[in-house]
């Protein structure tokens, strides 16, 4: 159990620029979420996948974002035209279906300029 | 509509006394609750949740929990704090009732200053 996987750490693009995270999950876990955590403030609710297929978003998730799960292992979140209101730490989590835990990645620190 | 609520932006301890994280919750339905940790540039590490039966629930590294229907709080606790608690802890809710896939709702999180 290597735990939940995320990259890069840090991500400092110009406003405008498209990015892409990546999440592993934990091996076996179906369950994948995205949260976005913003200084102050508890992570909030961005997406769900159950396997590859997406369940769930948020309407914090704008037009700009796409998530992707394509075999039900590892994900990507994709921030298009990026401005500096989306500079936040991306978490990502998962889990086994019926159990409660989610195990949360270390995440992506995204600065925008 | 679920929502948690931490009260405090920071508690500060003194070493060896008596740690409390106060908590509270409203969900339309019945409430999974979670207490999870968070140190510098690290993600959350999960500490202790609260599903049925004993209202006080012990968890990781001396934590424990009380949940209280009737106040709908879930106060997180520790009988002797050190320093290394110091920390952003964060509480967090899923309303069983009308969300399957286990979205979680978190408080704003309290920062826990504990003094040598």
């Known amino acids: 159990d290597t735990g939940v996987s995320q990259n890069p750490r840090h991500k400092i693009t110009k406003r405008g620029q498209n990015v892409t995270f990546r999440c592993d999950p934990i091996?076996?876990?179906?369950?994948l979420y995205w949260y976005r955590q913003t200084l102050g403030q508890g992570p909030e609710f961005l997406t769900y996948f159950q396997n590859e297929a997406q369940l769930e978003k948020s309407r914090l998730l704008s037009d700009r974002f796409s998530a992707e799960r394509p075999k039900g292992s590892f994900s990507t979140l994709e921030i298009q035209r990026t401005e500096q209101g989306d500079s936040a730490m991306y978490l990502c989590?998962?889990?086994?279906?019926?159990?409660?835990?989610?195990?949360f990645g270390a995440g992506t620190r995204l600065s925008v300029l | 509509a679920q929502s948690v609520a931490q009260p405090e932006d920071q508690v500060n301890v003194a070493e060896g006394n008596p740690l409390t994280v106060k908590c509270t919750y409203s969900?339309?339905?019945?409430?999974?609750l979670f207490w999870y940790v968070q140190y510098p540039n690290r993600g959350l590490q999960f500490l202790l949740k609260y599903i049925t039966g004993d209202n006080l629930v012990k968890g990781s590294y001396g934590f424990e929990a009380e949940f209280n229907k009737s106040q709908t709080s879930f106060h997180l606790k520790k009988p002797s704090a050190l320093v290394s608690d110091s920390a952003l802890y964060f509480c967090?809710?899923?309303?069983?009732?009308?969300?399957?896939?286990?979205?979680?709702?978190f408080g704003a999180g309290t920062q826990v200053v504990v003094t040598p």
């Open positions: 989590a998962s889990s086994r279906q019926g159990a409660d835990i989610q195990y």
């Open positions: 969900v339309s339905g019945n409430p999974y």
């Open positions: 091996s076996e876990h179906n369950r």
């Open positions: 967090a809710v899923r309303d069983m009732t009308t969300d399957s896939w286990g979205k979680l709702q």
